[in-house]
C-alpha cells in the first residue's frame, strides 16, 4: 500500500461515530496453546523472508506457517537444540538467512538449511558465564549488538563468534531503541527501565561512545518510557510512555505530547509506525488507537466485541508487531497472539441503530429492503422494527418516525417492502397493509380493500403496479391527488407474484409463487407470452446490455436465459461454478461487467465474460456471511448497498482492491513410506531443513512420497488454496483446495519435478516452488549394471565364440585324427592283409601247385589235408580282420564275447581243462576298435603261449568290470617261465603283449612260477 493512502484507507474501514469513537474492524485471527503455542506469553513476533512466522515465549520458540505451529525446545545433551528456553529479545534475520535471537543464557542462530541451533556465549571477565541477554540490533557487518546484564554492550559477530565488549550503561535498562542511518549502522542507543524515569542515550561516533541523559525526573516532564520510534522524515523520535505519547523534535528538543481527549487512562504499552504516517498504539487496558503523524489526531481505536469471535482479544496489548508485509500481530500477556492485516478489509459496515440489537450485540432484525432518498439518506426496513434512516454520511441512524411531519396513520413494524418511484413517492407495503410517505413527509394510507400486498413495481410507462397476496396484478391509480387500487383483469388471480420486473423489450417477468417467471407483454393487455419453468424464489433481475441475456438471481442458482427466452439456453450457475452458496438473496451490477451477489455464505462477485467468481468472507470486512432476501441497493454514484444479518455493507466496486502480498508456498513436511526421514538431504546444497531442500535422490525401494505444504500468507490462514503437479505423473496440475496434504504412492524410478502453487486469502496464485526428485533405478537396472550385463554377455559370447572355434578346431583336429588313424587302420588292415593273409595264400597256393605231383593217393590226401587246414586258418584270419574293422562292435559286452568265442574255439578239441567266468552284469561301455584289437591280440598272444609252451592241463579265464576299468585274468597250471624273459627288450612273445597294452593307455601284468602262471590286462574304459 502506498503510504500517503494509509490514512485514507482506515478511514474508508471506519464504522463512523463522533471522531474519537470511531472504530476499525478487521478480521483477527488467534493463536494460542490450543494452535499449538509452547505458552502464551509472547512477547516478539517476526516475519522472515522466507514467509515463516516466528513467535517467542517462556518456554521454547514457535514457528508458524499459517497452517501449523513447529515448536523448539531446550533438549539436554543436544548441543544442537534451542539453548535456553525464556526468548528474550527480538528476532534478526542474517543476510544468509539464519536467524538471531537471545534467550535468558545465551545467544542463539538457528542454521535454517540444518533446522538446528548454534549458541554462544559471552565471557566476562570475572564471571564464567553471565545470564541476562537482550539483543537489540544487528548491523550490516552482521555483528548482533547485546545487553548483558541490563549495563554491559556487546558486539558478537555472527560469522567469526568472536565478542567484544563496546562500553556500557550507567543505569539498569529493560529495553534498547537503536537509531540506525539509512544503511543499518547503528548511531544511537537508547535504553529505559520500566520502573525508572528518562532514557539514557549513548551516541556512536568513530568508535567513541557520547552519553545524554534526557527526560529524568529533574526534567520538567519526567517519562517513563516503553519504546521509541524514530521518524526518517524529519529525525524526530516518536516515546510512547506510562505518560501517554509523545513526539520529539531531537533538533529543536522539544517535547510535545498527545493524547485522546475521551479517555483518562495514559499508559502505554508499545507504540509502532503504520507505514511513514501512522501510529498503532496499545493502550492499557483500552485496546488499539491509530494517530496519524500528519493530522497529529488520533483517529481510530479497534475494542473488542463480545459477540464476535472474530474480533481482537483483549483490551490489554503488550507488543506490537509491523512485520514486512504490514501484517499487524499482538501479543497479549497469558492470552496469545492476535494477527490480522488492515489490506484485506475490504468493505465498509454501517453500524446501525444500537437499540435494534439485543444485549449480548446479536442483532434481532431482518432488513427488508434498502431505497435512497431524494437527499441521499438511506432507508431500511426491518422485519420487526419498522423502517430506519441513516443520513447521507451514513453516521446517524435513527427510526423514521422523526423523520415524518404529519400523519394519521401507524405504520406497521413488519415491513414486507419499500419502493421509491419517478415522482419521488416512498411506497411501503405490511402485512398489516400498505401506505406512502410523499416528499413533504406526510405519511398516507392506502386503501387495499382488504388485499396484503407483496410487492410494487413501476414500469416504464410511469404505472405503479402491485402484487397482492391473493393473486393477480393490480395497478395503483391516482384520481384528485389520492390513490387506489385497480385489478388487471387480464391477469388471472392464481398463485402471487413475489416479484417484478421489466426488460429493455417491455417485457414484464414476475415470479409467481416460486414455481414458475410469466412473461407478459403489459403494452397489448398483459398478453401472456411465455412461462418459464424456472422454479425457486426469484430475488433479483439483470439484463446484460452486451448481448441482451437475462440474469436471474434465484434460490436455485444464477440463472442466464438469452434474450429470446429460449428454454434451451437456460444455465444454472451454482457452488459447482464457484459461487459461494446457490441461493442469491440480491443481486447488483457494476460498471466492469460483474454482477455483485449477496449469498447465505458471503459475498460474491460474477464476471459476466469470463463467468469467473470471486468470494468475499468475513476476513474481507463483512459483519456476516448471512444476507438478507431482497435487501441490497445501487446509488447513483455507484456504490453497493447489501443488508446482513449484522448490519447493512456498502462498498465501491471501484474501490475493492485485490490483496497484493502474494503467499509463498512451502513444503514443511515429507514422509517418505509414510514415515519421517531425519536422513533427507539435499543433493544440490546439502540442507538436511525439509523447507530447504531442492533437489531428492531416493532408493528405488523409498518411492512412496507423501507431503505437507503451507502458503507463508497470513490475511486469511484458512482460505490459502494449493494446487500441485507431479511432473512425470499428473498431466496437468491437481485442484487441491484447502487441503495441504499429497500422496504419491509407489513411483517408478526415474526424474521428477513436485511444482507446488498457492494463493494468498484472495485467490491470487503464486509461482511454483519446485522440488526436483530422482529415484534410483534398481541395480538391476541402473547403467553399471546395463555394463556389466554387456561385459558379460560379450565375455559370454567371446567365450562361445572361442569355445566354437575351439570345438572346431577340435573337431577339425578330430577329423584330421579319425583320417590318420583311419589311414593307419588302413595300413595295419594292409599289412595284416599283406602279413597273414597274403603269406597265407602264397602257401595255399605253393601248396596247392604241390600236390599236383604227388602221384600216390596217400600223399595226395596228405597235402589236401594240409590245404584244407590252411584254408581254415586263412579263414579266421579274415574274421578277425571283419571282427576288428567293423564298428559295431565297438561295445564291452561285444568284446566279451568274441574273446570268449576265440577262447572257446581255440581250446575245444585240446586235452587242455577250460572254464570262462563272466561278470553278472556287464555295462554298456564303448571300446574303441584299435583297443579291440590291441586286446585281443595280446589275449590271443596269452592262449597261444598256454596252448604251445605251459603244458597245462588247466585253463580259467576271469572277466570283470568296475567303473572305470575292464579286467581279463588268464590263469593255467602250467610249468611258468622265467621272469628275466620280461627284462629283454626284444625276441619274445610276452614284451610284445605289454608293449601293445602300454600304446593303448593299457595295462598286462604277469605272475608265474613253477605251479603256473596269470596275466592279467587292465583296460581303461573310453570317455565317448
Not at 222 to 239: C, E, G, M, Q, Y
Request: glycine share 6%; charged share 25%.
Amino acid at each position: 500500500m502506498k503510504e500517503g493512502h494509509i490514512i485514507l484507507f482506515f478511514s474508508y474501514l471506519l464504522v463512523l461515530h463522533p471522531v474519537n469513537g470511531q472504530d476499525v474492524k478487521p478480521f483477527f485471527h488467534h493463536l494460542t496453546v490450543e494452535n499449538g503455542l509452547t505458552q502464551t506469553t509472547n512477547e516478539y513476533v517476526y516475519k522472515d523472508s522466507y514467509g515463516f512466522v516466528w513467535i517467542s515465549s517462556i518456554n521454547g520458540l514457535n514457528r508458524y506457517d499459517g497452517k501449523s505451529i513447529k515448536t523448539y525446545l531446550p533438549e539436554p545433551n543436544d548441543t544442537t537444540s534451542l539453548y535456553g528456553q525464556n526468548i528474550q529479545s527480538p528476532f534478526f534475520e542474517l543476510a544468509n538467512g539464519d536467524i538471531a535471537f537471545t534467550t535468558y543464557n545465551a545467544i542463539n542462530v538457528y542454521i535454517r538449511a540444518e533446522d538446528r541451533f548454534k549458541h554462544f556465549k559471552i565471557k566476562d571477565p570475572k564471571e564464567k558465564d553471565t545470564p541476562g541477554y537482550y539483543a537489540f540490533h544487528l548491523d550490516p557487518e552482521q555483528n548482533l549488538w547485546v545487553v548483558l546484564r541490563n549495563t554491559e554492550i556487546y558486539k558478537a559477530n555472527l560469522l567469526s563468534f568472536e565478542t567484544s565488549r563496546v562500553g556500557s550503561f550507567h543505569q539498569l535498562v529493560h529495553r534498547v531503541s537503536p537509531h540506525v542511518d539509512n544503511n543499518g549502522k547503528l548511531i544511537e542507543m537508547w535504553g529505559y527501565f520500566f520502573q525508572s524515569q528518562g532514557v539514557e542515550i549513548l551516541t556512536i561516533k568513530k568508535d567513541s561512545i557520547k552519553r545524554i541523559s534526557k527526560f529524568t525526573k529533574d526534567t520538567q516532564t519526567p517519562l517513563f518510557i516503553r519504546n521509541v520510534t524514530f521518524d526518517k522524515k524529519d529525525d524526530s523520535a516518536w516515546i510512547a510512555s506510562e505518560n501517554g505519547l509523545y513526539s520529539y523534535n531531537r533538533v529543536a528538543e522539544k517535547l510535545t505530547p498527545y493524547h485522546p481527549s475521551n479517555i483518562q487512562n495514559k499508559t502505554i504499552k508499545e507504540a509502532k509506525a503504520y507505514g511513514n504516517d501512522t501510529l498503532i498504539i496499545s493502550y492499557e487496558k483500552l485496546g488499539l488507537f491509530l494517530f496519524s503523524k500528519i493530522s497529529k489526531q488520533f483517529f481510530a481505536s479497534i475494542e473488542p466485541e463480545i459477540s464476535n469471535p472474530n474480533s481482537i482479544s483483549s483490551r490489554n496489548i503488550s507488543r506490537l508487531t509491523i512485520d514486512r508485509d504490514n501484517g499487524i500481530w499482538l501479543s497479549q500477556f497469558r492470552i496469545g497472539v492476535d494477527f490480522f492485516h488492515l489490506d484485506k478489509t475490504k468493505f465498509n459496515n454501517i453500524n446501525i441503530a444500537p437499540e435494534i440489537y439485543s444485549h449480548k450485540g446479536v442483532a434481532n432484525f431482518y432488513t427488508r429492503e434498502i431505497i435512497e432518498d431524494d437527499s441521499s439518506n438511506l432507508w431500511y426496513a426491518t422485519n420487526i422494527h419498522g423502517i430506519y434512516i441513516i443520513d447521507k454520511e451514513k453516521k446517524k441512524s435513527e427510526n423514521y418516525s422523526s423523520y415524518i411531519d404529519r400523519t394519521s396513520y401507524t405504520l406497521p413494524n413488519y415491513i414486507t417492502h419499500l419502493y421509491k418511484d419517478n415522482n419521488s413517492i416512498i411506497w411501503v407495503s405490511s402485512w398489516e397493509g400498505a401506505c406512502y410517505i410523499t416528499p413533504d413527509r406526510n405519511l398516507h394510507q392506502l386503501d387495499t380493500r382488504g388485499s396484503n400486498p407483496l410487492f410494487i413495481y413501476q414500469l416504464a410507462n410511469n404505472k405503479i403496479l402491485f402484487c397482492p397476496f391473493e393473486g393477480g396484478l393490480s395497478e395503483i391509480i391516482e384520481i384528485n391527488g389520492k390513490y387506489k387500487l385497480e385489478q388487471i383483469q387480464s391477469v388471472s388471480r392464481g398463485y402471487p407474484f413475489l416479484t417484478l420486473w421489466e426488460d429493455s423489450k417491455k417485457r414484464l417477468f414476475g415470479c409467481q409463487d416460486a414455481s414458475s417467471i410469466i412473461v407478459f407483454d403489459y403494452v397489448d393487455d398483459y398478453k401472456l407470452l411465455k412461462e418459464l419453468p424456472i422454479a425457486g424464489e426469484t430475488n433479483a433481475f439483470f439484463e446484460n446490455p452486451e448481448d441482451g441475456s437475462i440474469w436471474i438471481a434465484n434460490s436455485n442458482g444464477l440463472i442466464r436465459i438469452n434474450s429470446e427466452l429460449d428454454i434451451d439456453s437456460i444455465k444454472v450457475f451454482t457452488e459447482k461454478d464457484g459461487l459461494p452458496d446457490r441461493v442469491i438473496q440480491g443481486m447488483l451490477p457494476d460498471n466492469k461487467g460483474r454482477l455483485w451477489l449477496s449469498t447465505n455464505r458471503g459475498l460474491a462477485s460474477f464476471d459476466l465474460k469470463t463467468h469467473s467468481v470471486k468470494q468475499f468472507t468475513l476476513a474481507d470486512g463483512l459483519p456476516s456471511l448471512t444476507f438478507n432476501t431482497n435487501s441490497s441497493f445501487r446509488g447513483e454514484n455507484g456504490e453497493l448497498l447489501f443488508g446482513s444479518s449484522k448490519g447493512i455493507v456498502h462498498f465501491h466496486p471501484d474501490q475493492i482492491k485485490e490483496f497484493d502480498v502474494k503467499a509463498n508456498p512451502t513444503i514443511t513436511n515429507i514422509l517418505i513410506n509414510d514415515d519421517e526421514d531425519k536422513g533427507l538431504k539435499c543433493e544440490l546444497t546439502g540442507a538436511t531443513n525439509t523447507t530447504e531442500i531442492k533437489e531428492l535422490n531416493l532408493p528405488f525401494d523409498r518411492n512412496t512420497i507423501s507431503f505437507n505444504f503451507a502458503a507463508l500468507e497470513y490475511s486469511d490462514p484458512s482460505s490459502t488454496k494449493f494446487r500441485y503437479q507431479m511432473v512425470g505423473v499428473d498431466d496437468d496440475y491437481v485442484e487441491s483446495g484447502i487441503r495441504d496434504f499429497t500422496r504419491y504412492a509407489n513411483l517408478p524410478y526415474g526424474r521428477y519435478s513436485f511444482n507446488l502453487m498457492a494463493t494468498n486469502s484472495d485467490g491470487v496464485w503464486s509461482g511454483p516452488r519446485t522440488l526436483d526428485i530422482e529415484i534410483e533405478p534398481p541395480f538391476y537396472r541402473t547403467c553399471w549394471f546395463y555394463l556389466f550385463v554387456g561385459v558379460m554377455m560379450a565375455g559370454g559370447i567371446w567365450a562361445i565364440i572361442i569355445a566354437r572355434r575351439k570345438r572346431a578346431e577340435e573337431r577339425f583336429q578330430s577329423e584330421v585324427d579319425k583320417r590318420v588313424a583311419l589311414e593307419q587302420e588302413r595300413q595295419r588292415i594292409a599289412r595284416d592283409v599283406h602279413d597273414d593273409l597274403g603269406s597265407g595264400l602264397s602257401a595255399l597256393s605253393l601248396q596247392t601247385a604241390m600236390a599236383q605231383y604227388k602221384s600216390s593217393p596217400e600223399e595226395l590226401k596228405k597235402e589236401i589235408d594240409r590245404i584244407n587246414s590252411s584254408a581254415r586258418d586263412l579263414s579266421g584270419k579274415i574274421r578277425e580282420v571283419i571282427w576288428t574293422v567293423s564298428a559295431n562292435n565297438d561295445t564291452l559286452p561285444n568284446l566279451i564275447s568274441y574273446l570268449n568265442r576265440y577262447a572257446q574255439e581255440l581250446f575245444e578239441n585240446t586235452d587242455i581243462d577250460f572254464s570262462v567266468n563272466l561278470p553278472d552284469d556287464i555295462p554298456d561301455k564303448t571300446i574303441a576298435g584299435e583297443h579291440r584289437r590291441t586286446t585281443f591280440l595280446a589275449f590271443k598272444e596269452a592262449l597261444n603261449n598256454v596252448l604251445k609252451h605251459a603244458d597245462a592241463t588247466e585253463v580259467a579265464i576271469n572277466f570283470k568290470t568296475t567303473s572305470d576299468t575292464f579286467i581279463i585274468y588268464v590263469d593255467d597250471n602250467g610249468k611258468g617261465f622265467d621272469p628275466a624273459l620280461l627284462n629283454q627288450s626284444t625276441g619274445n612273445g610276452l614284451l610284445n603283449m605289454r608293449t601293445r597294452m602300454k600304446e593303448i593307455g593299457a595295462d598286462c601284468q604277469f605272475e608265474t612260477s613253477k605251479k603256473g602262471t596269470t596275466v592279467t590286462f587292465t583296460l581303461k574304459f573310453s570317455e565317448k
